[in-house]
């Protein structure tokens, strides 16, 4: 694996690979500073790329295998290695597990500490690879069926907004579960945009939800 100051930025690799041009990445770099986003979902939201794009030259800048997850029929001793919260937490699906080594496929970059985590948790080494997103999200659903929530409160895939509240409150007569609904958007937001902290400000007669920060 690359360390962090051999890594070749991810505008760099896209523009070598032909998956877009300078002033796609320009732009992109431009338009996810604006809405706080990273590149890639940049560049994805301005529809110059797509997640399989993405996720292949986040391999290359990683130093780790790109897999095409729709090609793999996980069996059911794998999928037991890992319980749905961690799945759910770190956005991984197992895929194969060689000896004490198990290898996870993921379209997020996963950090040291992220697999420390991980090889404590499942008590063996941990090594990763790169999926597009669609497909990683499809393997969580259709393997631990995690996904309903997000159907649910974003609908075709777009992203909820803050103006949304009032149709997620729609969803249950449960108070309790409405606020966990709630936290549960707000907290997956913040991790979307790496937010350090989440500020809620009490108003007269609502509740104002600011962006993270």
Not at 48 to 60: I, S, W
Not at 151 to 172: L, N, P, Q, R, W
Not at 199 to 205: L, Q, R, T, Y
């Amino acid at each position: 694996m690359l360390t962090e100051s051999k890594k070749m930025p991810l505008g760099k690799i896209l523009v070598g690979l032909k998956f877009c041009t300078v002033e796609q990445v320009k732009e992109g770099l431009k338009h996810g500073k604006e809405h706080m986003m990273m590149l890639g979902e940049s560049l994805i939201q301005l529809e110059y790329l797509d997640d399989e794009k993405l996720a292949r030259a986040l391999a290359k800048q990683q130093g780790v295998k790109f897999v095409n997850l729709n090609k793999y029929e996980l069996a059911p001793e794998i999928i037991q290695l890992v319980t749905k919260d961690v799945v759910e937490e770190h956005e991984i699906v197992p895929v194969v597990k060689k000896g004490r080594q198990v290898t996870v496929a993921t379209h997020r970059v996963l950090e040291f500490y992220a697999l420390d985590n991980l090889r404590f948790i499942l008590g063996n080494e941990v090594d990763w690879v790169i999926a597009p997103e669609s497909t990683v999200k499809a393997a969580m659903k259709k393997y631990y069926g995690i996904g309903g929530m997000d159907d649910m409160i974003h609908g075709d895939g777009e992203d909820v907004s803050y103006k949304d509240f009032d149709a997620v409150e729609a969803v249950t007569d449960d108070e309790e579960g409405m606020v966990a609904q709630l936290v549960q958007v707000l907290i997956s937001d913040a991790i979307k945009q790496r937010a350090s902290d989440i500020h809620v400000e009490p108003m007269e007669e609502k509740t104002a939800h600011p962006l993270p920060r």
